[in-house]
């Protein structure tokens, strides 16, 4: 029997240990998740090191649109929630200046 993970561990160990350093570091990050899902964790192109994307891209995104994952998006992520970069289906952004405690927990958890 093959046990999986709810989260992506390499998201999850980069995420905590980005949101746990002092000061800012850069990162380039790409995972591919057991069922496909591709993520890519990064600065932005002018590489704003206290600035960091998570990117998502899902074969199945068109029917979880169909299905309400937008609004899902929207309410678990809020403000995070950005315009999806070109060739993913979703964009987190993160700034590590304005990031607070608490903040840092929840995303990390959910990995």
Known sequence: MILLEIGNRVIFDTLKSKF????PDSVRVTAIDFDGVQYNICNP?????????VHAR?????????????????????EYLVHAQDGYDVTLKFDLNRAKPEEDKKFVKRG
């Open 20 to 23: 746990a350093l002092t000061k």
């Open 45 to 53: 192109e002018n590489m704003e090191k206290s600035i960091i994307e």
């Open 58 to 78: 899902m074969g199945i995104f068109k029917d979880l649109k169909e299905h309400g994952v937008e609004d899902v998006l929207k309410r678990e992520y809020g």
